[in-house]
């Protein structure tokens, strides 16, 4: 199933079975992200099995020091108290000693859970195919790297520790009052009852706010992130007083439901310590009545308030973490779901290896469509030899960029097989296949670093002297040379900052470095200005001597070397010849020509 078929939001409204698979999918996840740290969590539960075993003795050696000691030392005798005294006092360091202990172990413990994820998501969104990515916004996927790992971070850097120290720490408590006294201990117990009441509503009452809260703050980042990634448009079209109420109606929503959040917990918090409060009061009446009678020993009693107290202490940060709980598990369900997206291009399982492509691309039988309903290149037959220069042109929307995603397998056909020298795209080892097809589109994009490390990306092994030889052969190496620190200069820090013109040159460089057998350019000459185009021009000609290149442009300009034309039109290669033949005949071609030749005298 796939989660990330909904454009913007997020979805909310799964079927029971969905939400089962999904459930089962977050715990799958877990399981396999707990499972290298199994010898380490026995060992924390070792550690604070024992931590809070000594916290919870405190209270009974007092009994025992009040009941036995006391008498003993007004006999005369103070050895027993003396030992009780040593003992409360080993129990209280080894207490905090092993506390500290379990805080260290569970951090690491959560620490290498995150780490693990952090990376697995990261992996994983990059592997995934560009169908994803055309899909599932930049703004979503940040938010799965930061807020998403931020709930999980909390529920174990605290959730979980105030859950296992709370319960162990209740439970120890229970146990501790029942041995002491089992009428206080009864006491306690008919105290579960409204406990459990309140805490059954806050947590019902709390599970859709806190829901409420989530995509409150989800619709923040969002917008927040929309803006900024579109803030050229947004100054250009004037479009910030809208933001701006946008912006402020969505923060007024998220400050109205943390606003009802916070008026739950004044209701839980007060209810609790009034619980707690009768239940002391109960306790000490009842122990009272029976110190009269002599049934009970007043350390006895001591130890049972001390207890009674002392055990609604975690319930707070219990019901705490059923809200940290909620967050994370919904968290892990959106992580999970974007882990469990396979890539819509799978690496080949048998890949056929291709050490030196020659560049005979052939299409048989190619249909293509992005979503089942809409075909956008119906069935078609098309071949490339080798050293061809093909010029594919077409109206906006007729499909180039398509087949070209098709050509560099960023895609797979619906129907049919792609081949490279006979070898489908689909089995050609993925090196391989990168190695020998090469896209350079419009958005050429820079990564951090310097000029020459952004022309190595084409081939790592390159020397330097490659590098400004390809720098060179594309034009580049004059405006480079001319940077603040030439070759060394930053490219995405102040004063290394291109222009598109010269960005595409840095990425022609980078292609031409490849010297891949298929070198598709998609548009991609586009922000050069005539003499740089020319000047490219040149270089092309020289540079695709030897290899298939397509060449997808508006300018005809750019047409002019190439040694073959495909026009398309509406997914269809509509006229398909040498650039004299289809220019001397009837067609779109010729008159796109004419046209052109026209405008320019
Ligand atoms: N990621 C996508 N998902 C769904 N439909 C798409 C996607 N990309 C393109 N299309 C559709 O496919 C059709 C062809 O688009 P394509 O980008 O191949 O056109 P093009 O010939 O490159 O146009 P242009 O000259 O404007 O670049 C268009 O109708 C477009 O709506
Ligand atoms: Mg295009």
């Not at 579960?192 to 019902?204: A, E, G, K, S």
């Not at 056929?352 to 089942?372: H, S």
């Not at 598709?520 to 000459?525: R, S, V």
């Amino acid at each position: 199933m796939s989660v990330y078929g909904v454009q913007g939001e997020e979805r909310n409204d799964f079927t029971k079975k969905e939400s089962r698979q999904i459930r089962s999918r977050s715990l799958a996840l877990l399981g396999s992200l707990m499972r290298p740290l199994r010898v380490r969590v026995i060992w924390m539960s070792i550690v604070v099995i024992v931590a809070v075993g000594a916290q919870v003795a405190g209270p009974a050696l007092i009994a025992v020091g009040i009941d036995r000691g006391l008498p003993a030392v007004v006999a005369g005798d103070w050895a027993p108290l003396y030992v009780i005294v040593i003992a409360y006092l080993v129990t209280g360091v080894v207490g905090a000693v092993f506390i500290a202990q379990y805080t260290v172990m569970s951090a690491r413990i959560s620490q290498a859970i995150l780490i693990d994820l952090r990376k697995r998501v990261f992996l994983h969104t990059q592997r995934l195919s560009l169908e994803f990515h055309e899909k599932y916004t930049s703004g979503r996927i940040i938010s799965r790297q930061t807020s998403d790992l931020d709930a999980i971070r909390e529920l174990l850097d605290s959730g979980i520790n105030s859950l296992i120290q709370g319960f162990l720490y209740m439970l120890f408590i229970a146990v501790a009052l029942f041995s002491l006294d089992w009428v206080s201990g009864v006491v306690l117990f008919g105290s579960l009852v409204p406990l459990w009441i309140l805490t059954r509503w806050f947590q019902l009452r709390s599970q859709t706010m806190f829901r409420q809260s989530r995509v409150a703050s989800a619709r923040l980042i969002v917008s927040f992130v929309e803006t900024m990634t579109g803030i050229r448009a947004v100054k250009a079209f004037r479009k910030q007083k809208r933001n701006q109420a946008e912006f402020g109606a969505q923060v007024e929503a998220y400050r109205k439901v943390n606003n009802d959040v916070i008026q739950l917990f004044g209701i839980f918090d007060p209810g609790l310590v009034l619980i707690g409060n009768v239940t002391v009061a109960v306790v000490l009446l009842v122990g009272g009545f029976r110190v009269a009678e002599g049934q009970l020993e007043i350390g006895a009693l001591l130890a049972a308030l001390l207890y009674t107290r002392r055990f609604f202490d975690p319930m707070e940060e219990m019901a705490m973490f059923y809200n940290s709980y909620q967050s994370a598990a919904a968290a892990l369900e959106k992580i999970s779901g974007v882990l469990e997206e396979k890539p819509s291009v799978p690496d080949p399982v048998d890949p056929v290896d291709l050490w030196e492509a020659k560049g005979n691309l052939c299409f048989k039988g190619v249909e293509f469509a992005y979503a089942a309903d809409r075909v956008i290149l119906p069935k078609f037959d098309l071949s490339m030899t080798a050293g061809q220069t093909i010029a594919l042109v077409g109206s906006t929307g007729a499909g180039k960029s398509t087949l070209a995603k098709l050509m560099s397998r960023f895609y797979d056909p619906t129907e049919g097989s792609i081949t490279l020298d006979g070898v489908d795209l689909r089995k050609l080892h993925p090196k391989d296949l990168r190695r020998a097809i090469v896209m350079v589109t419009q958005e050429s994009y820079l990564f951090s670093g310097t000029v020459a490390d952004n022309v190595w990306i084409g081939d790592p092994e390159a020397t330097f002297d490659d590098v400004v030889r390809a720098t060179k052969a594309v034009g580049a190496h004059e405006f480079i040379e001319a940077l603040p620190h030439g070759y060394d200069t930053e490219v995405n820090k102040r004063g290394g900052r291109v222009s598109a013109g010269q960005r595409q040159l840095i990425s022609f460089a980078r292609a031409f470095l490849a010297n891949p057998a298929v070198l598709i350019l998609d548009e991609a000459t586009s922000s050069l200005d005539i003499p740089s185009e020319r000047l490219v021009q040149e270089a092309l000609q020289t540079l695709l001597a030897d290899r298939t290149a397509v060449i997808i442009a508006h300018r005809l300009s750019t047409v002019a070397i190439a040694d073959r034309v495909l026009v398309m039109e509406h997914g269809k290669v509509v006229e398909d010849g040498t650039p004299e033949e289809l220019i001397s005949g009837t067609g779109r071609f010729a008159k796109l020509h004419a046209a052109w030749r026209d405008s320019l005298v």
